[in-house]
């Protein structure tokens, strides 16, 4: 069995930093893409980046420049480093991870931007 655990949310102000971390345990053959998501209350969930396993990245446009996606293979963890937050990054942000062949999710983690 697959588990995907996810850190780092918490509340910040407008213009801070956050680092959000997810590792994947469990029964791992192969991880292809990771990526993080986001779904704000009373929204649909978003992608917010994604990363290939060589590396490749993509971004959505509210958040190119601000954020960083990266990957650890050896640790099969994903990390986004979100700087310059806005009130509109407020969300419940959640990790995906293709892992054997198969999409996995985390439980998802809480980042309020506020001041």
Same mark, same amino acid.
């Given at each position: ?33 990771? +990526?993080? !998501?986001? @779904? ?5 969930? *978003?992608?917010? %980046? ?7 990245? &993509? ?17 099969? +963890?994903? !990390?986004? @480093? ?5 009130? *509109?990054?407020? %969300? ?7 892992? &054997? ?15």
């Amino acid at each position: 069995q697959v588990q995907l655990v996810e850190s780092g949310g918490g509340l910040v102000h407008p213009g801070g930093s956050l680092r959000l971390s997810c590792a994947a345990s469990g029964t791992i053959f192969t991880i292809n893409d990771m +990526g993080w !998501y986001r @779904q704000a209350p009373g929204k649909e969930r *978003e992608l917010v %980046a994604r990363i290939t396993r060589a590396g490749i990245t &993509n971004y959505a446009n509210a958040v190119k420049g601000r954020f960083t996606i990266s990957r650890d293979n050896a640790k099969n +963890g994903v !990390y986004l @480093q979100m700087n310059s937050l806005k009130p *509109e990054d407020t %969300a419940v942000y959640y990790c995906n991870q293709e892992i &054997n062949a198969i999409d996995y999710w985390g439980k998802g983690t809480l980042v309020t931007v506020s001041s």
